[in-house]
C-alpha cells in the first residue's frame, strides 16, 4: 500500500550569475623587517594611493573598504565593488614602496563571497 | 554556463559565471525528530567528497545546544595515508572491503586542481581523476577533456567506475586498470580518507593501511560566543527581503561572510576605512553562538547536524533562525554530485543553511566560475 501523499512543499529557486556586486580579497603587505607598519587608517592610505599611481585621480576614486586589518601581520580583508576587482588587483601588485621602504602586496586569496574567505582549504593544515 | 578563457587573468575582473542559488522549502509536514527524513536528502549529498569546514551560527545562544552535543562531539575521524599508489584504491581487496560496504570517501591531500594531478574516490564507488595531459598520455586510460581547459585541452577527467558489473578481477578492464595506474604510469599522492558504514563489521582503514604510514585524525571543533551582535531580520518567504521589513538572501550571505571573517558591523556610511555595516532591518542580539568544525567530514555526518538542528527548534527557543554554513575543499575535482569542478580565482565551492523556527529552510548554493550551477 502506497503511504498517503504529503501535501506538496513550496519551492522557490533563484539563480543569480555573475551578478555579484561585490569581490572581496584577502591580502598581505609584506615590508621589511623593522620600520615602522602601517596602523588601518595608513594602510588605507597606502591602498588608494597604490590605485591613484596606476590609474590616476579616476582609480583613487574608487570606493574600497578595509574590512579587517590586523597589524600584526598586516593583512586585511579589502572590498570592491566587482567592475573595479582588476583596478584594484593591478594597483596593489604593482606597487613596490610604503615610505621609501620595498613592499610588496600578497593576494592570498579572492572571491565574490565574503563567506568563502573564512574557509581556505589551501591553507589547511590538517596534521 | 560561461566557459573560462585560458587565460584567467583577462576575466578576473568580471566575475563570469558566479552562481549563488538560494532556495527555499517549506518542510512543515515533518515533524521535527531525530529520523524526520529531510525531503531531498540526495541533493544534500552535493559535495560529494567531504567538506572541509563546517560552521554553525546560533542568535541567542550563549552555550552548546544539549541537542548537539552527541553529534559534534561525534563528527568521526578520518585518515591521512602518505604516499599512498592509486593502484591500492582499484583493488577488489580494497573495493570488496570498503567501498562495496559502506561510503568510501578519499581525496588527494595538498594537490592544486589548476597545477596538479589529483584523485578522489565518491561514495557511490567512482574513482575521479583529473590529470594534466602529459599523465593522461602516459597512462592510457579512457577519459575526457576538462570542460574548463580552453581551446588547448591540457587536462584530462579520467572517472573509473569500481563497483560496476565489467569491473571484477578477471576482466581486461580490471587488469588494465591495476596495470596503468601499478606499472605504465605509477601515481602517489597524500589521500584523506574517511569510511562510513552502517554497523558492517570488517577491517577498519587503519588495519588495511597498516603498512603505509597512516595517521587517524579528529575534527577540530572551536566554540566562540559573540556578544551584543547585529542580526538581520529575515522572514522565511521573502527571500528578495523588504525595505523596512525583512533581509534579502544575499544580505545574509553577506552578513555572515562578515560575522566569520570579525568584520566590524557598525561602520558609517561616511568611514574613511570601510562603509560596510549590518544589513537592514537588524536587532541586536544579546549573545550567538558560533561553532567551527575543521576537518575531512563526510556528507553523512552533515545529514545528521542538520537533522539535530531541526530539533533545536523542538522546544521554544528565542532564535528565529540559525545558520550551518559548509566549506567544499577548494581543489576537489568534483563539486556537485558529479559535476567536475576547477579553481579559476578562487574554486569557491559552499553552501549555507537557514532554518527557521517554523522549520521553513533557505538553502544557498555558491560556486565559482569553473562549475556548473549547483542542483
Redesign the interface.
Known amino acids: 500500500m502506497e503511504p498517503p501523499a504529503l501535501p506538496a512543499a513550496t519551492f522557490e529557486r533563484r539563480v543569480v550569475r555573475s551578478g555579484a556586486e561585490h569581490h572581496y580579497l584577502r591580502v598581505r603587505l609584506e615590508l621589511p623587517d623593522g620600520g615602522a607598519r602601517p596602523n588601518v587608517a595608513q594602510f588605507k592610505q597606502l591602498v588608494v594611493s597604490a590605485l591613484r599611481e596606476l590609474h590616476g585621480e579616476v582609480g583613487a576614486a574608487l570606493p574600497v573598504d578595509v574590512l579587517t586589518y590586523e597589524e600584526k601581520t598586516l593583512s586585511a580583508i579589502l572590498r570592491v565593488i566587482s567592475s573595479g576587482l582588476v583596478k584594484l588587483w593591478s594597483a596593489l601588485t604593482l606597487l613596490g614602496f610604503y615610505q621609501n621602504r620595498r613592499c610588496a602586496f600578497r593576494v592570498l586569496q579572492t572571491s565574490p563571497f565574503l563567506l568563502a574567505l573564512s574557509g581556505n582549504s589551501r591553507e589547511l593544515v590538517l596534521d | 554556463m560561461?566557459k573560462a578563457t585560458a587565460f584567467p587573468s583577462l576575466v578576473?575582473?568580471?566575475?563570469?559565471?558566479?552562481?549563488?542559488?538560494?532556495?527555499?522549502?517549506?518542510?512543515?509536514?515533518i515533524t521535527p525528530r531525530p529520523t524526520a527524513p529531510l525531503?531531498d536528502k540526495e541533493s544534500l549529498l552535493i559535495s560529494p567528497v567531504g567538506p572541509?569546514?563546517v560552521?554553525l551560527l546560533i542568535p541567542e545562544c550563549g552555550i552548546l545546544p544539549e541537542v548537539l552535543k552527541s553529534t559534534i562531539a561525534d563528527v568521526g575521524e578520518y585518515y591521512?595515508v602518505r604516499n599512498l599508489s592509486v593502484h591500492e584504491l582499484v583493488t577488489h581487496e580494497f573495493i570488496d572491503a570498503f567501498v562495496k560496504k559502506g561510503s568510501c570517501y578519499a581525496l588527494t591531500?595538498n594537490t592544486?586542481i589548476d597545477q596538479d594531478n589529483t584523485a578522489a574516490l565518491l561514495p557511490n564507488g567512482k574513482l575521479i581523476l583529473s590529470v594534466d595531459k602529459d599523465t593522461y598520455e602516459e597512462l592510457g586510460l579512457q577519459g575526457h577533456p576538462s570542460r574548463y581547459s580552453g581551446k588547448k585541452v591540457m587536462r584530462y577527467i579520467i572517472t573509473i567506475d569500481l563497483t560496476d558489473s565489467g569491473y571484477h578481477p578477471d576482466s581486461k578492464k580490471y587488469k588494465r586498470v591495476l596495470w596503468a595506474l601499478k606499472e605504465k604510469k605509477p601515481l602517489e599522492f597524500d589521500f584523506?580518507l574517511a569510511w562510513y558504514n552502517t554497523g558492517a563489521e570488517g577491517s577498519t582503514l587503519m588495519s588495511y593501511f597498516s603498512k603505509n604510514q597512516i595517521?587517524a585524525?579528529k575534527p577540530k571543533i572551536t566554540i566562540s560566543t559573540l556578544r551584543d551582535v547585529q542580526c538581520p531580520v529575515l522572514k522565511s518567504n521573502e527571500?528578495?527581503g523588504k525595505p523596512e521589513e525583512s533581509c534579502s538572501?544575499?544580505e545574509l550571505?553577506?552578513w555572515?561572510?562578515?560575522v566569520?571573517?570579525?568584520?566590524?558591523l557598525d561602520n558609517k556610511s561616511s568611514s574613511?576605512?570601510?562603509?560596510?555595516c549590518c544589513p537592514q532591518p537588524n536587532t541586536v542580539v544579546e549573545k550567538a553562538f558560533l561553532c567551527t568544525i575543521?576537518?575531512?567530514i563526510i556528507p553523512e555526518k552533515i545529514i545528521q547536524l542538520l537533522e539535530q538542528l531541526c530539533c533545536y527548534f523542538g522546544e521554544p527557543k528565542l532564535a528565529y533562525w540559525l545558520t550551518l554554513?559548509v566549506?567544499?575543499?577548494?581543489?576537489s575535482p568534483v563539486s556537485w554530485r558529479e559535476s567536475e569542478h576547477g579553481f579559476h580565482?578562487?574554486?569557491?565551492n559552499?553552501y549555507?543553511f537557514v532554518i527557521f523556527r517554523n522549520l521553513d529552510y533557505w538553502l544557498q548554493m555558491?560556486v565559482?566560475t569553473n562549475d556548473d550551477?549547483p542542483p
Open positions: 560561461e578576473m575582473g568580471r566575475g563570469e559565471g558566479h552562481i549563488y542559488c538560494p532556495r527555499k522549502v517549506e518542510f512543515k509536514t525531503p572541509i569546514q560552521s591521512l591531500y592544486k584523506l595517521k585524525l527571500l528578495q538572501t544575499e550571505f553577506e555572515l561572510g562578515a566569520w571573517n570579525q568584520v566590524s574613511f576605512l570601510s562603509t560596510y575543521t576537518g575531512f554554513t566549506h567544499g575543499f577548494a581543489d580565482k578562487g574554486g569557491e559552499l549555507n555558491a565559482g550551477c
